[in-house]
Each structure stands twice: as structure tokens, then as C-alpha cells.
């Protein structure tokens, strides 16, 4: 009954789907774990359980998704793997077969599940108020048990949020305070966002509606000690463009950036807007507040070939497309509302990360991975950013390795920003395996000083959180 895969660079090499959960119990390590690492790694990302639906193309982004945990302590490192049992999962599992369009495209979806929650959460994982909460952009966070990696299900604030929560929440380290939001809170197409807080019991503490200037996909945001920043780049959604056979995500740099910039405990009608030539990111590093000024650290380029102009061709790299390293800057105290750029480096760069404890506060180190000497897309390089000099550190892996987001996992013990380990999971190409990579955060440039291997390929993935265990 189960079809076969179908012949799609999103469903071959590092990303073809596993497709099996697994425990490994005793990983075989290269060097030596030091002893003052102690947590857990958890990654998520696409694993399909099922080709697309006749008719559709299956994309990256849409595929079920799976929990990776390494559970690293006295030198040792087990890993287990997991789909979130999502109502889409449990229904196509069922069914043995996809019944939701990629992307949840109505025009190829099955009816029977036209009622049935579209949520892949296979974006992000994250802990909050003691829970570990599986994310993506479309859909309510899906809580997992830490070790198990049962499905425990989706949480709504005590019946306050129905709509689509981001994978990238921020954290407020001295408040616990979780601070998150939506996009397309009016169904696909919409302009209006939604600002939530929760307080470090889980409780939802503010829940505020605007309108974004047109309507975007708003995949990251900004939030310093002070404010909230919501980043609207013209990569613009559209229904009444996809039902008369126009693309329903598409780039239009005539419609300029605009950042909506409001206190954190501010409403509605403090929303206040910021504006520069187009502009586009996924992940940003981290955002601070500096007096009047607010910045914001990302990896960032001038456009984007995610989607098709209006005219139907792509952006191309002469556009600058590669994300590099780059600091948006603007000042509450200037009338002109204007946004301000700096570029930091020139490597092209992706899954920027920081040691979470300065989440919202000034840093000073920054991780991320490049495309080293090869110069294209397909990361092999670890990257650290000192903020302060500025300078960067790198450690190439080669063209057999490819590699995803950096973690930093701080040193038990230690309370100095930048005091501990990255890890990172890599793709070595000719044995068909991953591994799982620990730097010394110090001296990233001396390569890893172990390497736990894992058995199998762990497919491509997003991103990930190091969660310590819960103090004593
Ligand atoms: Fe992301």
C-alpha cells in the first residue's frame, strides 16, 4: 500500500528520510568526553513517514517531524530517535499513506482530514516552564516527555492560543519569561500578527494583535530587556495571488523591510515601525538593548530565492542572496525611523546561536556554520564569532563532511558566557553516518575533542536546545 519515494533532492542523500526509531544505548566515541558535560541534545527535523500525494512536491520543510536526543554523561553519550505522534502523523499512519497536501495545500489534500490538525512540529525543540515543547511556525507547540520522547500533545495556554506559534521564541534568562508570537493568525495570506508572553510557569501573560504592513512570512524575530521586534521582509504571502495560479509565497523588494518595534509590556498601539530597502533572514543571533538603540545580530542577505519574483524568476547570488554575518540597528531616539546596517563579516553563514544565557542581553560569542573555502551553500565549517574584536574562528571539515546548527552547552559549572562546549551533528558522506561533534567552545579552530558515532544517517535537520538537568 505504502508508495515509493520519489526522485527529489529534498528526499535523497543527508536529507532522504530515515524512516526507523531507534536506541542506541553506548555510542562508540573517538577521543574523550569531558566529565563537566552533562545534559541532553535534542534536534528536530523532517523525517517523512510517506511520499507527497500524486501531484504534489514534496518540500523540507514539510516533512514529519523527528526528535534526535543524546543523552551525554560520565564520558558517554546514548542516542534515541522519535516522530512527534501529531494528529497528521497518527492519520496518514493509519491510513498508511500522506492524506494532507505538502504544506497542507488544500487543492491535493485528502477531505478526510480537512478537520484534522496540520502541524508537522518539526521545526525546533525547546524547553520552557519544565516542559520540552516541539515546534513549528503553523501550529500550537507539542509537548514531549524528556526521555521517553512520548507524544504528550499540543499545549494552548489554557485555551488562549489556537493559532500558529513560531519555532523561535525567546528566552528572558532573570524573568523566565518566554516570549513568542504568530503570523497569518487569520489563516494563510492574513497581516496579522500575534505577541504572547508566558511567565516562567507557563502561564500567558500577554496576548496582543497587530497588522503587519503587508503579509509576510515572519519565520524569526527580535526581542532585547526592553522590546519586542517584529521583522516583515517582502517575502510575501498571498491566497488571491495561489487561487488565480500565482505563487502563494513569492520576493518583492519594492516592498522594502519593516521591523514593528514594541515595548515588551507595551499594546497594540504602541507599535511602532522601522523601515530599509529589502532585506531578507531566517535566524537571528541574538538582540540587545543599548540606551535609545536596539540591535540585532543575523544572518542576513539582500534577497532570497526561498521564493519566485512576481515575474516568476529567482533572485540570483549577483541579488546577494548568501546570508552573512550583519547587525540592524535602530534608534528609538531618531525621528527618520530608519534601520541601519552594518555588515561583520563576509563568509557566508546559517544557524547563527549564542550561549542562551545572554539571550535578549548584550554577548559576546556567536556560533554558526559556514560554507569555508567551497564557498556555495552546503555548510562543512563551524564558525565562532568574538563580537568584540570582531573576529571570527573556523574549523573546516572538508568537502566529505556537511554539517547543521551549532549548540552551545555550557560547562557544569561554569557561569562565565562562551565557558563550555558546541556541539554539532555531521553528515560524513562517504560512510553514509553521522556524528555527533564536541568542540571545546574556547578553541573551536582545534577541531572536536570527541566524536560519538552514530550507528546510522540522521537526516538533515533544523534546530535543537542543550537542556541540563533540572538542578537538584
Ligand atoms: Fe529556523
Known amino acids: 500500500m505504502t508508495a515509493t519515494f520519489p526522485d527529489d533532492p529534498f528526499l535523497t542523500g543527508w536529507m532522504a528520510p530515515f524512516g526507523a526509531e531507534c536506541d542506541a544505548p553506548d555510542l562508540i566515541i573517538d577521543g574523550e568526553l569531558p566529565s563537566d558535560l552533562v545534559g541532553t541534545y535534542y534536534r528536530n527535523g523532517p523525517d517523512p513517514l510517506h511520499p507527497p500525494r500524486k501531484g504534489d512536491v514534496y518540500h523540507w520543510f514539510d516533512g514529519d517531524g523527528m526528535i534526535q536526543c543524546f543523552n551525554i554523561a560520565d564520558g558517554r553519550v546514548s542516542w534515541r530517535n522519535r516522530w512527534v505522534r501529531s494528529e497528521k502523523f497518527k492519520a496518514e499512519r493509519k491510513a498508511g499513506e500522506s492524506l494532507f497536501g505538502v504544506f497542507n495545500n488544500p487543492m491535493t489534500g485528502d477531505p478526510s482530514v480537512a478537520n484534522v490538525e496540520y502541524n508537522t512540529a518539526n521545526t525546533h525543540i525547546i524547553q520552557h516552564h519544565g516542559k520540552l515543547l516541539a515546534l513549528m511556525e503553523g501550529a500550537l507547540p507539542t509537548e514531549i516527555e524528556h526521555l521517553s520522547l512520548d507524544t504528550l500533545g499540543t499545549i494552548d495556554f489554557d485555551g488562549q492560543i489556537d493559532g500558529p506559534v513560531t519555532a523561535h521564541p525567546k528566552f528572558d534568562n532573570d524573568t523566565g519569561e518566554m516570549i513568542f508570537f504568530g503570523y497569518s493568525v487569520g489563516g494563510p495570506g492574513s497581516k496579522t500578527l500575534r505577541y504572547n508572553v508566558c511567565d516562567k510557569n507557563g502561564k500567558l501573560t500577554k496576548n496582543v494583535s497587530f497588522e503587519a504592513p503587508f503579509s509576510a512570512m515572519v519565520h524569526d524575530f527580535f526581542v532585547t530587556e526592553t ?154 565549517t563551524l564558525i565562532h564569532y568574538d563580537t568584540s574584536k570582531p573576529q571570527r574562528k573556523t574549523y573546516d571539515l572538508g568537502d566529505s563532511y556537511m554539517v547543521g546548527e551549532p549548540v552551545f552547552a555550557p560547562r557544569v559549572g561554569g557561569t562565565d558566557e562562551g565557558d563550555g562546549y558546541v556541539i554539532m551533528l555531521a553528515y560524513h558522506q562517504p560512510t553514509d553516518k553521522s556524528e555527533l561533534m564536541v568542540f571545546q567552545a574556547s578553541a573551536i579552530d582545534d577541531g572536536p575533542i570527541a566524536t560519538a558515532k552514530v550507528p546510522v544517517r540522521i537526516p538533515a535537520g533544523f534546530h535543537g536546545s542543550w537542556v541540563a538537568p533540572a538542578a537538584a
Not at 270 to 284: G, L, Y
Not at 359 to 379: D, E, K, M, P, Q
Request: proline residues 5%; hydrophobic residues 35%.
Open 227 to 380: 522590546h519586542a521586534i517584529f521583522p516583515i521582509f517582502p517575502l510575501t504571502t498571498s491566497m488571491e495571488r495561489a487561487m488565480t495560479g500565482g505563487p502563494m509565497l513569492a520576493w518583492e523588494p519594492d516592498k522594502g523591510t519593516h521591523f514593528g518595534v514594541i515595548p515588551r509590556d507595551g499594546s497594540a498601539e504602541d507599535v511602532r515601525w522601522f523601515n530599509m530597502e529589502a532585506r531578507f533572514m531566517f535566524h537571528m543571533m541574538n538582540a540587545w538593548t543599548d540606551g535609545s538603540k536596539l540591535h540585532a545580530d543575523v544572518t542576513g542577505s539582500n534577497a532570497t530565492q526561498f521564493a519566485p519574483k512576481l515575474d516568476g524568476n529567482m533572485a540570483d547570488v549577483s541579488d546577494g542572496t548568501s546570508p552573512t554575518f550583519r547587525r540592524w540597528t535602530m534608534d528609538l531616539a531618531d525621528n527618520t525611523n530608519s534601520i541601519s546596517e552594518e555588515l561583520l563579516d563576509d563568509m557566508a553563514c546559517e544557524f547563527p546561536r549564542i550561549d542562551d544565557r545572554l539571550s535578549t542581553r548584550a554577548y559576546r560569542h556567536g556560533y554558526a556554520v559556514g560554507s569555508g573555502g567551497n564557498g556555495s551553500l552546503n555548510f562543512n
